[in-house]
C-alpha cells in the first residue's frame, strides 16, 4: 500500500528533523507548579545553531507534510471499491474447472 509507505517515510522525516533540531540544543528549561493551577508555568529556551537547524527544520516541515498526504491517502482509500478477486470456483466455466473435463464419458 502506498499510504504505508507515506508513513514510514514521515517517520522517518519527523524523527531525523527532531533528533537533529534536539540533539545539539543549547538552552534550559523550567517548571513553575503554583496555586492555583492557572499560575503555573513551563519556559522552555532551545537554541540550535549552525548546520543541525539548517537541516533539522526542513526535515521535520518534510515529514509533517509527507504525514499530511498519508493522512488524505488513508481517506482516500477509504472510499474506494475493494478490488475483485476472481473466484475459480464461480467464474470459470465448468469445462474449465475440471481437468480434462470434455473427455469424460
Known amino acids: 500500500m502506498k499510504s504505508d509507505r507515506l508513513v514510514i517515510a514521515a517517520v522517518l522525516f519527523l524523527a531525523g ?3 537533529l533540531l534536539f ?3 543549547h538552552g534550559s528549561t523550567g517548571l513553575s507548579v503554583g496555586y492555583p493551577f492557572s499560575a503555573t508555568s513551563l519556559h522552555v529556551d532551545m537554541t540550535t545553531t549552525g548546520i543541525p537547524a539548517l537541516i533539522g527544520v526542513p526535515l ?9 498526504v498519508a493522512l488524505i491517502a488513508a481517506i482516500v482509500s477509504q472510499f474506494r471499491r475493494p478490488e475483485r ?4 470456483d464461480t467464474d470459470l466455466s465448468a469445462k474449465r474447472r475440471e481437468p480434462f473435463g470434455e473427455f469424460e464419458d
Open 17 to 19: 528533523g527532531l533528533a
Open 23 to 25: 540533539g545539539f540544543t
Open 60 to 68: 521535520l516541515g518534510a515529514g509533517a507534510l509527507l504525514l499530511f
Open 85 to 88: 478477486v476472481l473466484d475459480t
